[in-house]
């Protein structure tokens, strides 16, 4: 793609800046690529780790033609308005079951770092997505794919940054920009969006997958879902209406309904929202 005058208020991200701070010794991060368009990340480095390592690998597009949402749903963004990468992990000593947890860790860390640098105080939406009031700043695609060296999850984020109201695709969207962010600097944005995760994913790890009280306590204080009057859409069109009242330990939302305590696997949440 051409650059066009209006990419001059939108940098390139800075390859060298990332690899130089992320790919260190201390870090899980191995390879940073930065290309200027691909169709999906997830799809791209889903195949990628066929060929290679399966842990440690970044794959970031400044436009993603083909963004994935859940469910056949898609996730556009306009170039270099938004960060869009997935991240290949292979959890050390978590057993493939407890992978639930992957997507909610990852929200954890996306959040923690608008916070930190961007003084955007973003919210989490069980399962996926990351809010601003009822609007959605990032969503969440956490993939589990089979490789020649065994099972890998692909983290698949997209964080909408610069984007302004007219260019998002939902009235139910935001940025980091319309939020009024401190900094709109994606490089410094996507570093402490790993650096973030790496050391959740540490901490997840450290315990086999059960996720520790302070895991679950940061993620319950961070969760809007919790504590808040909620409508589930279950796949078949079946609603499930109640309060949302935690997360076991698969990651799972519990809600308390007029009959006795629900809960409900990752992904069949549709639609969540705040009844009158
Ligand atoms: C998600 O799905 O929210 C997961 C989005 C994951 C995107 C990342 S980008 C990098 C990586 N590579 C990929 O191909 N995907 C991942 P879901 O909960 O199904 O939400 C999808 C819905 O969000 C769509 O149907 C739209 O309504 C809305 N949407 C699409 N683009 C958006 C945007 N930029 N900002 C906010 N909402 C958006």
New binding site residues.
Partial sequence: MSASFGDLTRPPLSAKALRASLVRDDSRWREVTVVAEV?????DLAAMAHRGPVDGVVLV?EL?V??????D?????PSRS?L???ALVRPAGVPVARWTWLPLVAGLAVAAAVDQIANVAARLKWP??VVVAD???????VERIETPSGPAA?V???L?VT?TRAE???Q????LALEGASTTDRTVLLKAVLRRLDGLLQEWESTAGEPSQALREAYTGACVTIGARVRVELPGGVAVVGEGVGVDDSGRLRVQTADGLCTIGAGDVVHVRNEP
Wanted: charged residues 15%; hydrophobic residues 40%; glycine residues 14%.
């Fill in positions: 169709g999906s990340t997830n799809a597009a993603q083909a963004g994935r949402g859940r469910l749903r898609t996730w556009s963004a938004a869009t990468f997935s996926n997505d609007r959605k700043l990032a969503g969440l695609l692909v698949g984020i997209g909408n984007a998002l695709p939902t139910r969207a935001t940025s």
